[in-house]
T-cell receptor, first 116, second 112 residues
């Protein structure tokens, strides 16, 4: 079954304690992306990756890091989390950056992060 | 600036009724427009994808229309069901660049 798997689903942490949210896809997709979703703001892109070792900033990259060492994995790293990073996070993947094609973007189930 | 705006912000309808959600965008040069359904606590799921040359696309009771000249899209839901209660998100991408532009969504509640 085609899947984007995020872990953990729920996480409560304290300010400054480094954390990693993992994302894995089993569809051999090239394009992967991280979003955060906040009430009234919708989904905002944090980082995306066009392929292995190729990453770029989205709209709200501050305070986040990513890496793409393997095609299937795209972890999101918060080196020193702060309360304003409390949010619902989604990882997504698609076959390629769609341009005029119709590559469906598949989303994970989400990770709800609370930073105290 | 590339933007996507959706209306209404929220909507309540009776089961069995039809409804239409709106999406206006300024993303340019336009590549494609997608509608997603997001159930509470879940990730968005793709409903339709339309490119520049497509005016309408259906997926069961969901029909999306696109007017690339006016940069407007609508999502029409026919004979609504309780399971249609969700947030509906419009997403637009440009030919240049590598980002998706998201609307803030319309929250639909279908009541018995």
């Amino acid at each position: 079954e085609a899947q984007v798997t995020q872990n953990p689903r729920y996480l409560i942490t304290v300010t400054g304690k480094k954390l990693t949210v993992t994302c894995s896809q089993n569809m051999n997709h090239e394009y992967m992306s991280w979003y955060r979703q906040d009430p009234g703001l919708g989904l905002r892109q944090i980082y995306y990756s066009m392929n292995v070792e190729v990453t770029d900033k989205g709209d709200v990259p501050e305070g986040y890091k990513v890496s793409r060492k393997e095609k299937r994995n795209f972890p999101l790293i918060l080196e020193s989390p702060s309360p304003n990073q409390t949010s619902l996070y989604f990882c997504a993947s698609s076959l390629g950056r769609d341009r005029v094609t119709k590559n469906i973007q598949y989303f994970g189930a989400g990770t709800r992060l609370s930073v105290l | 600036k590339n933007q996507v705006e959706q209306s209404p912000q929220s909507l309540i309808i009776l089961e069995g009724k039809n409804c239409t959600l709106q999406c206006n965008y300024t993303v340019s040069p336009f590549s494609n427009l997608r509608w997603y359904k997001q159930d509470t606590g879940r990730g968005p799921v793709s409903l339709t994808i339309m490119t520049f040359s497509e005016n309408t696309k259906s997926n069961g009771r969901y029909t999306a229309t696109l007017d690339a000249d006016t940069k407007q899209s609508s999502l029409h839901i026919t004979a609504s069901q309780l399971s249609d209660s969700a947030s509906y998100i419009c997403v637009v991408s440009a030919i240049t660049g590598n980002q998706f532009y998201f609307g803030t969504g319309t929250s639909l509640t279908v009541i018995p």
